[in-house]
Protein backbone atom coordinates (compact mmCIF):
# COMPACT_ATOMS: atom_id res chain seq x y z
CA UNK A 1 0.00 0.00 0.00
CA UNK A 2 2.57 2.66 0.91
CA UNK A 3 4.32 1.99 -2.56
CA UNK A 4 1.35 2.35 -4.62
CA UNK A 5 0.78 5.63 -2.55
CA UNK A 6 4.53 7.14 -3.12
CA UNK A 7 3.74 6.39 -7.11
CA UNK A 8 0.51 8.17 -6.88
CA UNK A 9 2.35 11.22 -5.22
CA UNK A 10 5.00 11.29 -6.88
CA UNK A 11 3.35 11.19 -10.14
CA UNK A 12 0.66 14.12 -8.98
CA UNK A 13 3.96 16.19 -8.07
CA UNK A 14 5.53 15.75 -11.56
CA UNK A 15 1.79 16.98 -12.89
CA UNK A 16 1.95 20.04 -10.53
CA UNK A 17 5.40 21.09 -11.20
CA UNK A 18 5.48 20.89 -14.93
CA UNK A 19 7.63 17.81 -15.62
CA UNK A 20 4.46 16.81 -17.30
CA UNK A 21 3.03 19.50 -19.12
CA UNK A 22 -1.31 20.05 -20.04
CA UNK A 23 -1.58 17.59 -23.27
CA UNK A 24 1.23 15.09 -22.67
CA UNK A 25 0.95 11.96 -22.75
CA UNK A 26 1.71 10.19 -20.02
CA UNK A 27 4.61 6.94 -19.88
CA UNK A 28 2.72 3.73 -21.01
CA UNK A 29 1.40 1.45 -18.19
CA UNK A 30 4.00 -0.92 -19.63
CA UNK A 31 6.72 1.68 -18.92
CA UNK A 32 6.08 3.11 -15.97
CA UNK A 33 5.99 -0.21 -13.99
CA UNK A 34 9.41 -1.39 -15.16
CA UNK A 35 10.45 2.84 -13.87
CA UNK A 36 9.19 2.11 -10.80
CA UNK A 37 9.89 -1.18 -10.35
CA UNK A 38 6.43 -2.40 -9.42
CA UNK A 39 3.63 -4.79 -10.98
CA UNK A 40 1.47 -3.11 -14.17
CA UNK A 41 -1.48 -3.55 -11.18
CA UNK A 42 -0.06 -1.11 -9.31
CA UNK A 43 0.68 1.48 -11.88
CA UNK A 44 -3.02 1.06 -13.82
CA UNK A 45 -4.59 1.67 -10.16
CA UNK A 46 -2.47 4.78 -10.10
CA UNK A 47 -3.66 6.03 -13.51
CA UNK A 48 -7.36 5.60 -12.89
CA UNK A 49 -7.18 7.28 -9.61
CA UNK A 50 -5.75 10.20 -11.36
CA UNK A 51 -8.49 10.29 -13.70
CA UNK A 52 -10.96 10.20 -10.97
CA UNK A 53 -9.13 13.23 -10.03
CA UNK A 54 -9.38 15.35 -13.16
CA UNK A 55 -5.83 14.99 -13.31
CA UNK A 56 -5.27 13.06 -16.59
CA UNK A 57 -7.68 11.78 -19.35
CA UNK A 58 -8.03 8.22 -21.30
CA UNK A 59 -8.43 7.89 -24.71
CA UNK A 60 -8.45 4.26 -25.97
CA UNK A 61 -5.88 2.65 -27.60
CA UNK A 62 -3.94 5.28 -26.94
CA UNK A 63 -2.97 6.15 -23.45
CA UNK A 64 -3.39 8.67 -20.55
CA UNK A 65 -2.77 12.44 -21.08
CA UNK A 66 -2.40 15.17 -18.22
CA UNK A 67 -5.74 17.50 -18.63
CA UNK A 68 -5.48 21.45 -19.96
CA UNK A 69 -7.06 22.99 -16.61
CA UNK A 70 -9.33 25.93 -17.04
CA UNK A 71 -7.65 29.35 -15.15
CA UNK A 72 -9.53 30.05 -11.71
CA UNK A 73 -9.49 31.98 -9.12
CA UNK A 74 -5.89 30.66 -7.53
CA UNK A 75 -4.37 32.31 -11.47
CA UNK A 76 -4.76 35.84 -9.69
CA UNK A 77 -2.29 35.21 -7.10
CA UNK A 78 1.06 37.44 -7.10
CA UNK A 79 3.40 34.69 -9.24
CA UNK A 80 6.48 37.19 -8.64
CA UNK A 81 6.16 37.34 -5.02
CA UNK A 82 8.44 34.62 -3.21
CA UNK A 83 6.45 33.95 -0.11
CA UNK A 84 8.48 32.45 2.70
CA UNK A 85 6.02 33.51 5.40
CA UNK A 86 2.65 32.01 4.73
CA UNK A 87 1.93 29.08 6.91
CA UNK A 88 -1.47 28.05 5.07
CA UNK A 89 -1.13 24.82 2.98
CA UNK A 90 -0.44 24.78 -0.34
CA UNK A 91 -3.86 25.86 -2.26
CA UNK A 92 -2.76 23.28 -4.83
CA UNK A 93 -2.33 20.68 -2.52
CA UNK A 94 -6.39 20.86 -1.06
CA UNK A 95 -8.51 17.55 -1.58
CA UNK A 96 -11.22 19.55 -2.77
CA UNK A 97 -13.06 16.25 -4.74
CA UNK A 98 -12.16 14.12 -2.34
CA UNK A 99 -13.58 15.96 0.72
CA UNK A 100 -16.31 16.81 -1.65
CA UNK A 101 -17.46 13.70 -2.10
CA UNK A 102 -17.04 12.54 1.89
CA UNK A 103 -19.50 15.53 2.54
CA UNK A 104 -21.74 14.46 0.47
CA UNK A 105 -21.34 11.06 2.19
CA UNK A 106 -21.78 12.11 5.30
CA UNK A 107 -25.18 14.07 4.84
CA UNK A 108 -26.49 10.28 3.41
CA UNK A 109 -25.31 8.73 6.58
CA UNK A 110 -26.27 11.39 9.35
CA UNK A 111 -28.75 13.73 7.97
CA UNK A 112 -30.67 13.31 10.42
CA UNK A 113 -28.01 14.02 12.95
CA UNK A 114 -26.94 16.76 11.32
CA UNK A 115 -30.44 18.48 12.61
CA UNK A 116 -29.20 17.92 16.35
CA UNK A 117 -26.97 20.08 18.39
CA UNK A 118 -24.44 17.02 18.57
CA UNK A 119 -22.37 15.90 21.93
CA UNK A 120 -19.60 18.49 23.53
CA UNK A 121 -17.26 15.87 23.54
CA UNK A 122 -17.42 15.25 19.80
CA UNK A 123 -19.64 12.81 17.11
CA UNK A 124 -18.93 9.72 18.76
CA UNK A 125 -18.21 7.60 16.05
CA UNK A 126 -15.45 9.86 14.76
CA UNK A 127 -14.07 9.45 18.38
CA UNK A 128 -13.82 5.83 17.89
CA UNK A 129 -12.70 6.03 14.52
CA UNK A 130 -9.24 8.38 16.19
CA UNK A 131 -8.61 5.69 18.02
CA UNK A 132 -7.05 4.08 15.62
CA UNK A 133 -6.27 7.17 13.44
CA UNK A 134 -3.95 7.91 16.58
CA UNK A 135 -2.87 4.71 17.22
CA UNK A 136 -0.75 5.06 13.69
CA UNK A 137 1.38 7.73 16.05
CA UNK A 138 2.05 5.63 18.77
CA UNK A 139 -0.93 7.28 20.78
CA UNK A 140 -2.75 4.73 22.31
CA UNK A 141 -6.05 5.81 24.43
CA UNK A 142 -9.46 5.09 24.88
CA UNK A 143 -12.74 7.14 22.99
CA UNK A 144 -13.78 8.38 26.20
CA UNK A 145 -10.73 9.90 26.24
CA UNK A 146 -10.70 12.17 23.59
CA UNK A 147 -12.85 15.63 22.88
CA UNK A 148 -13.10 16.72 19.29
CA UNK A 149 -12.11 20.40 18.91
CA UNK A 150 -12.71 23.65 17.12
CA UNK A 151 -9.16 23.04 16.06
CA UNK A 152 -6.08 22.62 18.50
CA UNK A 153 -6.15 26.97 19.38
CA UNK A 154 -9.49 26.38 21.34
CA UNK A 155 -7.92 23.27 23.62
CA UNK A 156 -4.83 25.59 24.17
CA UNK A 157 -7.19 28.74 25.41
CA UNK A 158 -9.46 26.09 27.52
CA UNK A 159 -6.26 24.91 29.09
CA UNK A 160 -4.99 27.89 30.13
CA UNK A 161 -7.92 28.86 31.87
CA UNK A 162 -8.76 25.53 33.55
CA UNK A 163 -7.44 24.28 36.95
CA UNK A 164 -5.12 21.18 37.35
CA UNK A 165 -4.78 18.44 39.96
CA UNK A 166 -1.69 20.00 40.88
CA UNK A 167 -3.14 23.53 42.08
CA UNK A 168 -0.29 25.29 39.81
CA UNK A 169 -0.99 28.60 38.18
CA UNK A 170 1.78 29.10 35.75
CA UNK A 171 2.20 27.61 32.24
CA UNK A 172 5.96 27.14 30.86
CA UNK A 173 5.89 27.99 27.12
CA UNK A 174 9.51 27.24 24.86
CA UNK A 175 11.31 30.42 23.56
CA UNK A 176 10.59 30.92 20.81
CA UNK A 177 6.66 29.55 20.37
CA UNK A 178 3.57 29.51 18.74
CA UNK A 179 3.30 33.18 18.44
CA UNK A 180 -0.42 33.56 18.48
CA UNK A 181 -0.73 31.14 21.53
CA UNK A 182 1.80 33.59 23.62
CA UNK A 183 -0.34 36.74 22.75
CA UNK A 184 -3.23 35.00 24.20
CA UNK A 185 -1.60 34.14 27.68
CA UNK A 186 -0.49 37.63 27.47
CA UNK A 187 -3.84 39.58 26.76
CA UNK A 188 -5.43 37.40 29.59
CA UNK A 189 -2.57 37.57 32.05
CA UNK A 190 -2.31 34.11 32.83
CA UNK A 191 0.65 34.09 34.61
CA UNK A 192 3.47 32.94 31.82
CA UNK A 193 7.47 32.06 32.02
CA UNK A 194 9.77 31.03 29.40
CA UNK A 195 12.91 28.54 28.72
CA UNK A 196 15.21 28.62 25.90
CA UNK A 197 14.80 26.14 22.88
CA UNK A 198 17.34 26.32 20.27
CA UNK A 199 17.79 24.18 17.00
CA UNK A 200 19.96 21.87 19.17
CA UNK A 201 17.23 21.16 21.49
CA UNK A 202 16.36 22.06 25.44
CA UNK A 203 18.41 22.43 28.64
CA UNK A 204 17.18 19.72 30.31
CA UNK A 205 18.99 20.44 33.41
CA UNK A 206 16.96 24.15 33.34
CA UNK A 207 14.11 22.33 32.39
CA UNK A 208 14.18 20.13 35.86
CA UNK A 209 14.75 23.07 37.63
CA UNK A 210 12.03 24.75 36.41
CA UNK A 211 9.66 21.73 36.96
CA UNK A 212 11.06 21.38 40.47
CA UNK A 213 11.22 25.27 41.92
CA UNK A 214 6.86 25.18 42.17
CA UNK A 215 4.08 26.73 40.41
CA UNK A 216 4.55 25.37 37.21
CA UNK A 217 1.09 24.50 35.71
CA UNK A 218 1.78 22.83 32.49
CA UNK A 219 4.70 22.80 29.85
CA UNK A 220 3.31 23.46 26.79
CA UNK A 221 6.01 22.09 23.83
CA UNK A 222 5.18 21.04 19.69
CA UNK A 223 7.66 18.10 19.97
CA UNK A 224 8.69 17.60 16.25
CA UNK A 225 8.22 20.30 13.27
CA UNK A 226 8.21 23.03 15.79
CA UNK A 227 7.31 26.01 15.03
CA UNK A 228 9.04 28.49 14.13
CA UNK A 229 12.20 26.47 14.37
CA UNK A 230 11.29 23.11 12.44
CA UNK A 231 13.42 21.27 14.56
CA UNK A 232 12.27 17.88 16.36
CA UNK A 233 13.46 16.89 19.95
CA UNK A 234 15.48 14.33 20.61
CA UNK A 235 14.33 10.53 21.37
CA UNK A 236 16.22 10.78 24.31
CA UNK A 237 14.67 14.64 25.34
CA UNK A 238 11.09 13.23 24.55
CA UNK A 239 11.62 10.40 27.18
CA UNK A 240 13.46 12.89 29.65
CA UNK A 241 10.42 15.21 29.60
CA UNK A 242 8.04 13.11 30.59
CA UNK A 243 9.95 11.46 33.58
CA UNK A 244 10.15 14.59 34.47
CA UNK A 245 6.47 15.55 34.40
CA UNK A 246 5.94 12.43 36.42
CA UNK A 247 8.57 13.24 38.88
CA UNK A 248 7.53 16.65 39.47
CA UNK A 249 4.15 16.37 38.68
CA UNK A 250 3.99 19.10 36.12
CA UNK A 251 1.92 18.37 33.00
CA UNK A 252 2.78 18.56 29.23
CA UNK A 253 0.81 19.58 26.82
CA UNK A 254 2.22 18.08 23.65
CA UNK A 255 0.87 20.02 20.41
CA UNK A 256 1.75 17.48 17.80
CA UNK A 257 -0.11 19.94 15.15
CA UNK A 258 2.13 18.37 12.42
CA UNK A 259 2.35 14.65 13.13
CA UNK A 260 1.09 14.37 9.58
CA UNK A 261 3.44 16.47 7.91
CA UNK A 262 6.59 15.09 8.11
CA UNK A 263 8.32 11.85 6.36
CA UNK A 264 9.86 11.21 9.79
CA UNK A 265 9.37 7.44 10.97
CA UNK A 266 9.81 5.68 13.96
CA UNK A 267 8.82 8.95 16.08
CA UNK A 268 7.08 7.89 19.05
CA UNK A 269 5.59 11.70 20.38
CA UNK A 270 6.12 12.24 24.41
CA UNK A 271 3.00 10.67 24.69
CA UNK A 272 4.34 7.57 23.92
CA UNK A 273 6.93 7.59 26.80
CA UNK A 274 4.51 8.66 29.64
CA UNK A 275 3.87 6.49 32.42
CA UNK A 276 2.19 8.80 34.84
CA UNK A 277 -0.69 10.33 33.31
CA UNK A 278 1.10 13.44 32.92
CA UNK A 279 0.96 13.98 29.34
CA UNK A 280 -2.49 16.20 27.28
CA UNK A 281 -2.22 15.47 23.77
CA UNK A 282 -3.41 17.48 21.06
CA UNK A 283 -3.71 17.05 17.52
CA UNK A 284 -5.03 19.69 14.38
CA UNK A 285 -6.31 18.62 11.00
CA UNK A 286 -5.75 21.72 9.59
CA UNK A 287 -2.47 21.78 7.91
CA UNK A 288 -3.02 18.41 6.35
CA UNK A 289 -6.53 19.20 4.81
CA UNK A 290 -7.24 22.55 5.11
CA UNK A 291 -7.81 25.78 8.03
CA UNK A 292 -11.32 26.29 7.09
CA UNK A 293 -12.11 22.80 8.26
CA UNK A 294 -11.49 24.16 12.51
CA UNK A 295 -11.23 20.70 13.52
CA UNK A 296 -8.88 19.26 16.21
CA UNK A 297 -8.20 16.56 19.09
CA UNK A 298 -7.13 16.72 22.13
CA UNK A 299 -6.49 13.81 24.09
CA UNK A 300 -6.82 13.98 28.11
CA UNK A 301 -5.58 11.93 31.22
CA UNK A 302 -8.50 10.94 33.28
CA UNK A 303 -8.20 13.71 36.17
CA UNK A 304 -8.32 16.13 33.58
CA UNK A 305 -11.49 14.63 31.61
CA UNK A 306 -14.06 16.12 34.12
CA UNK A 307 -13.06 19.70 34.39
CA UNK A 308 -11.73 20.45 30.75
CA UNK A 309 -15.27 19.07 29.69
CA UNK A 310 -16.91 21.37 32.33
CA UNK A 311 -14.95 24.63 30.44
CA UNK A 312 -16.21 22.73 26.99
CA UNK A 313 -19.56 22.72 27.94
CA UNK A 314 -21.60 22.89 24.73
CA UNK A 315 -21.03 21.41 20.99
CA UNK A 316 -19.26 24.14 19.08
CA UNK A 317 -17.77 22.38 16.08
CA UNK A 318 -19.88 21.53 12.63
CA UNK A 319 -21.23 17.93 13.26
CA UNK A 320 -21.17 17.92 9.40
CA UNK A 321 -17.10 18.83 9.29
CA UNK A 322 -16.66 16.26 11.97
CA UNK A 323 -18.80 13.21 9.66
CA UNK A 324 -17.17 14.41 6.67
CA UNK A 325 -13.64 14.15 8.75
CA UNK A 326 -14.83 10.56 9.28
CA UNK A 327 -15.66 8.99 5.93
CA UNK A 328 -12.52 11.00 4.62
CA UNK A 329 -9.85 8.54 7.44
CA UNK A 330 -12.46 5.45 7.14
CA UNK A 331 -12.33 5.98 3.14
CA UNK A 332 -8.39 6.04 2.97
CA UNK A 333 -8.00 9.11 1.81
CA UNK A 334 -6.61 10.90 4.59
CA UNK A 335 -3.67 8.40 4.51
CA UNK A 336 -2.97 9.16 0.27
CA UNK A 337 -3.53 12.59 1.07
CA UNK A 338 -1.00 12.37 3.81
CA UNK A 339 1.74 10.95 1.45
CA UNK A 340 1.30 13.39 -0.98
CA UNK A 341 2.03 16.08 1.01
CA UNK A 342 4.53 14.81 2.74
CA UNK A 343 6.26 14.24 -0.32
CA UNK A 344 5.28 17.82 -2.00
CA UNK A 345 6.86 19.64 1.68
CA UNK A 346 9.65 17.36 1.78
CA UNK A 347 10.98 17.85 -1.97
CA UNK A 348 10.66 21.27 -1.08
CA UNK A 349 12.62 21.36 2.07
CA UNK A 350 15.09 19.06 0.09
CA UNK A 351 15.24 22.31 -2.33
CA UNK A 352 15.84 24.36 0.18
CA UNK A 353 18.58 22.69 2.41
CA UNK A 354 20.44 22.55 -1.44
CA UNK A 355 20.26 26.59 -1.63
CA UNK A 356 21.31 26.75 0.90
CA UNK A 357 24.19 24.93 0.72
CA UNK A 358 25.10 26.49 -2.41
CA UNK A 359 24.61 30.12 -1.74
CA UNK A 360 25.43 29.91 2.02
CA UNK A 361 29.25 29.17 1.47
CA UNK A 362 30.64 31.48 4.26
CA UNK A 363 27.90 30.48 6.83
CA UNK A 364 26.42 34.07 7.17
CA UNK A 365 23.08 32.16 8.17
CA UNK A 366 22.62 29.13 10.57
CA UNK A 367 20.25 26.49 9.26
CA UNK A 368 19.22 23.37 11.06
CA UNK A 369 18.82 19.82 9.69
CA UNK A 370 15.50 20.29 9.18
CA UNK A 371 14.13 17.51 6.22
CA UNK A 372 10.63 17.33 7.02
CA UNK A 373 7.60 19.86 8.02
CA UNK A 374 7.34 23.14 6.14
CA UNK A 375 8.97 25.65 8.54
CA UNK A 376 13.30 26.13 8.99
CA UNK A 377 15.30 29.07 10.94
CA UNK A 378 17.39 31.37 8.92
CA UNK A 379 19.45 32.29 12.27
CA UNK A 380 21.47 35.72 12.04
CA UNK A 381 24.35 37.45 13.35
CA UNK A 382 22.93 39.78 16.13
CA UNK A 383 24.81 42.53 14.47
CA UNK A 384 22.12 42.45 11.04
CA UNK A 385 19.52 45.23 10.66
CA UNK A 386 16.46 43.21 10.80
CA UNK A 387 13.79 45.34 9.69
CA UNK A 388 15.54 46.78 6.96
CA UNK A 389 16.55 43.48 6.25
CA UNK A 390 12.67 42.59 5.86
CA UNK A 391 12.27 45.62 4.16
CA UNK A 392 14.82 45.41 1.39
CA UNK A 393 14.11 41.80 0.93
CA UNK A 394 10.11 43.13 0.87
CA UNK A 395 11.35 45.36 -2.36
CA UNK A 396 12.56 42.02 -4.53
CA UNK A 397 9.08 40.25 -3.72
CA UNK A 398 10.49 38.26 -0.99
CA UNK A 399 8.13 37.85 1.96
CA UNK A 400 9.87 36.32 5.48
CA UNK A 401 8.75 36.64 8.95
CA UNK A 402 11.50 38.19 11.74
CA UNK A 403 11.55 35.63 14.89
CA UNK A 404 10.34 38.77 17.09
CA UNK A 405 7.40 38.00 17.53
CA UNK A 406 7.89 34.56 18.82
CA UNK A 407 8.91 35.53 21.94
CA UNK A 408 7.21 36.53 25.04
CA UNK A 409 7.21 40.09 25.23
CA UNK A 410 9.49 40.41 28.36
CA UNK A 411 11.63 37.58 27.68
CA UNK A 412 15.52 39.25 26.70
CA UNK A 413 17.25 36.10 25.30
CA UNK A 414 16.38 36.50 21.92
CA UNK A 415 17.78 35.00 18.69
CA UNK A 416 17.85 37.16 15.62
CA UNK A 417 16.19 34.70 13.24
CA UNK A 418 13.93 35.15 10.24
CA UNK A 419 11.41 31.66 9.92
CA UNK A 420 11.31 30.33 6.82
CA UNK A 421 8.00 28.03 5.49
CA UNK A 422 7.98 26.15 2.08
CA UNK A 423 4.10 26.09 2.73
CA UNK A 424 3.35 27.73 -0.42
CA UNK A 425 6.49 28.39 -2.29
CA UNK A 426 7.07 27.26 -5.32
CA UNK A 427 10.36 25.10 -6.02
CA UNK A 428 11.20 26.78 -8.79
CA UNK A 429 10.98 30.51 -6.80
CA UNK A 430 13.13 28.83 -3.77
CA UNK A 431 16.70 28.91 -5.39
CA UNK A 432 16.12 32.29 -6.04
CA UNK A 433 14.31 33.23 -2.66
CA UNK A 434 17.39 31.56 -0.61
CA UNK A 435 19.68 33.55 -2.82
CA UNK A 436 18.57 36.64 -2.16
CA UNK A 437 18.33 36.24 1.24
CA UNK A 438 22.24 35.53 1.52
CA UNK A 439 23.22 38.22 -0.92
CA UNK A 440 21.11 40.93 1.02
CA UNK A 441 22.52 39.19 4.59
CA UNK A 442 26.07 39.89 3.05
CA UNK A 443 25.08 43.29 1.92
CA UNK A 444 23.86 43.59 5.73
CA UNK A 445 27.37 42.99 7.24
CA UNK A 446 28.25 46.49 5.10
CA UNK A 447 25.74 48.43 6.29
Not at 82 to 110: E, S
Not at 228 to 240: I, Q
Request: aromatic letters at 12%.
Amino acid sequence: MKKYFSILSDMENKIREGQYVPGQKLPSVRSSAESYGCSIGTITRAYAELEKRHAVYSIPQSGFYVVEKQGDWRDNRDVKMIDFATVLPDLDAFPYLDFQHCLNKAIDIYKYDLFTYGDPKGLESLRHTLVSHLAGDQVFVKAEQIIVTSGAQQALEILAKMPFPNGNAAVLVEQPSYDIYLRYLEAEGIPVHGIARTAAGIDLRELEQKFGSGGIKFFYTMSRYHNPLGTSYSSDERKAIARLAGKYDVYVVEDDYMADLGAERQFDPIYAYDRSSHVVYLKSFSKIIFPGLRLGAIVLPERLLKTFRTYKSYPDTSLLSQAALEVYIKNGMYERHKHKICSLYASRMKALNESVERYNETGLIEVPGVSSGIYTQFKLKPTVNMERLIKRLAQRNISVVSGKAFYLSDYLEREKFLRISISQTQPEQIDEGVKAIVDEVRQGSRW
